[in-house]
C-alpha cells in the first residue's frame, strides 16, 4: 500500500510540474521595447517589495540610458498566467579578452562594458519571484544556449547564495570567488556597541588618534538631492585630484562612467536606495561618500577624500564617522565590496564571499588558452627548482 501510495503521489506531483510549466510562457524584449520591460520590471519589483539596488528597474533604466547605445542587449522575461515571474538584463560584452584573443562575451544583468568605463556591478542579481529561482535559470540557460554568437557567459558579482542553481546547471563553469569585507551593524547594535568598540585595538587607537588630532570634524548625513548632487561634484574633485597626483587618470576620467554616476545619484538618493556623506574639517570638504542601500546593507561603492600629505588617514575617519552615523539609523551593514585595501581590513568585522563565473564554449580560442595555461605552469615549475639549487649553491 506504501508503494502504491507513493507511486500515486509522485504522479500527481509530474502531472502538476508539467501543468505549471505549460503555463510559463518566455517573452524576450529587444532593444526598440525597453520602456515597456521597465514598466513591466516595476511592476514585479513593487510586487515583491524589493530593496536591493542592483536589480532594481531604477539602475537598470540608468544603466540603459548610457550604456545602451555601445552594449548590444535585450531583456528575458518569465511569465506565467500572464504575469512576469522572473526578469534579467542580457548583454554583449564589448572589447573583452580570453588571455590574448577577442573574445565574444556575454553577460546577465548591467555588465559587459568596454574596459575602462565599466560600472563594476556587485551583488548582481536577476529579479525573481521566490519560488522561480530554479526554473528561470534553467530558462535563461536554454535561451542562452540557442545563441551562437557568443563564446563565453560570464556572471559578474554575484553573492555567493545567488549562485547555486547556476552552480548546478553549469558545474564545470570556473568561479573565481573574493571576499567583500563588511562591519556588521546590527551584531553591535545587539550587542549594545557603537563602532569603536567593535574593532582592533590598534584600529581603535589610531581612530582616537586622529579625531583627537583634528579636533572637530563635522559628518553630514545626505539624503536630500539637490545637497547629495552637489556631494557627489565634492567627491568627484577629491576623487580625482587625488589618483591624478600618482600619474592615475581616476574613474571619472571616462565620461560615460560620469554622466551614469551623476544621474544614478539623483535617482538612488531620492529612492533612498543611496546616502551621501559628507566630511568637513574647519569648513573645508575633506572626505566624501557615495553608499548604494542594498535591503539595508550599504555599500561603500564610490568615494573622495582629500590628499594623505594634508590629511593622514582621513579615509579611515570618514568611513568610521560615516559607519558610525548607519548604525544609528539602523542599517545591517557596511560592506566595503570586494579588493585588497588596508582600511577593509581595519575597518570590517565579517566578510562574505561575491563571485565571478565563467562558462566557456569549446572552440580553437579556448584550447590555445588552455594550452598557453599549461605551458605557462609547466615553465613556472621547471624554473622553481632551478631557482631554488642556486639559491642553495650560494
Not at 561603492?301 to 548604525?327: D, N, R, T, W
Request: glycine fraction near 6%; proline fraction near 3%; hydrophobic fraction near 40%.
Amino acid at each position: 500500500m506504501l508503494s502504491t501510495a507513493t507511486s500515486i503521489r509522485s504522479h500527481v506531483e509530474s502531472v502538476a510540474k508539467t501543468e505549471t510549466s505549460r503555463q510559463s510562457r518566455w517573452r524576450i524584449y529587444a532593444r526598440p521595447e525597453m520602456d515597456e520591460a521597465l514598466h513591466a520590471w516595476r511592476r514585479l519589483e513593487v510586487e515583491l517589495n524589493e530593496t536591493r539596488f542592483a536589480n532594481s528597474a531604477t539602475w537598470i533604466n540608468c544603466w540603459l540610458r548610457h550604456y545602451g547605445d555601445c552594449v548590444p542587449h535585450h531583456v528575458l522575461a518569465l511569465e506565467q498566467a500572464g504575469e512576469v515571474r522572473g526578469l534579467t538584463l542580457v548583454t554583449a560584452g564589448q572589447q573583452q579578452k580570453l588571455g590574448p584573443f577577442d573574445l565574444r562575451t556575454c553577460h546577465l544583468g548591467t555588465a559587459g562594458e568596454i574596459p575602462g568605463e565599466s560600472v563594476v556591478v556587485e551583488y548582481n542579481r536577476p529579479l525573481v519571484a521566490p519560488g522561480y529561482e530554479a526554473e528561470f535559470a534553467e530558462g535563461v540557460w536554454a535561451h542562452l544556449q540557442h545563441d551562437l554568437k557568443w563564446e563565453q557567459l560570464r556572471l559578474d558579482g554575484v553573492h555567493a547564495d545567488d549562485l547555486q542553481e547556476w552552480s548546478r546547471i553549469l558545474p564545470d563553469a570556473d568561479v573565481r570567488r573574493r571576499e567583500s569585507r563588511y562591519f556588521d551593524l546590527q551584531l553591535a547594535r545587539d550587542a549594545g556597541h557603537d563602532v569603536l568598540q567593535q574593532l582592533g585595538s590598534s584600529t581603535r587607537s589610531n581612530i582616537r588618534r586622529r579625531l583627537k588630532k583634528y579636533g572637530t570634524l563635522d559628518g553630514e548625513w545626505i539624503d536630500s538631492v539637490e545637497t547629495a548632487a552637489d556631494a557627489f561634484e565634492e567627491l568627484i574633485t577629491l576623487h580625482q585630484a587625488r589618483w591624478q597626483a600618482v600619474g592615475q587618470p581616476g574613474a571619472f576620467a571616462a565620461p560615460r562612467f560620469l554622466e551614469f554616476q551623476r544621474e544614478l545619484v539623483i535617482r538612488m538618493v531620492a529612492e533612498q536606495r543611496a546616502v551621501m556623506f559628507r566630511v568637513r574639517h574647519e569648513g573645508e570638504t575633506v572626505g566624501c561618500l557615495f553608499l548604494l542601500n542594498d535591503g539595508g546593507r550599504l555599500l561603500d561603492y564610490l568615494s573622495g577624500f582629500a590628499s594623505f600629505e594634508e590629511k593622514p588617514s582621513i579615509g579611515l575617519v570618514s568611513h568610521y564617522l560615516c559607519m558610525q552615523a548607519a548604525l544609528e539609523r539602523g542599517f545591517a551593514a557596511y560592506d566595503f565590496l570586494v579588493g585588497e585595501k588596508q582600511h577593509k581590513q581595519n575597518l570590517s568585522n565579517a566578510a562574505t564571499e561575491l563571485c565571478w563565473l565563467t562558462w566557456t564554449r569549446p572552440s580553437w580560442k579556448a584550447c590555445c588558452y588552455e594550452g598557453l595555461r599549461s605551458a605557462k605552469r609547466l615553465l613556472k615549475a621547471w624554473c622553481k627548482p632551478a631557482q631554488t639549487s642556486n639559491q642553495k649553491s650560494e
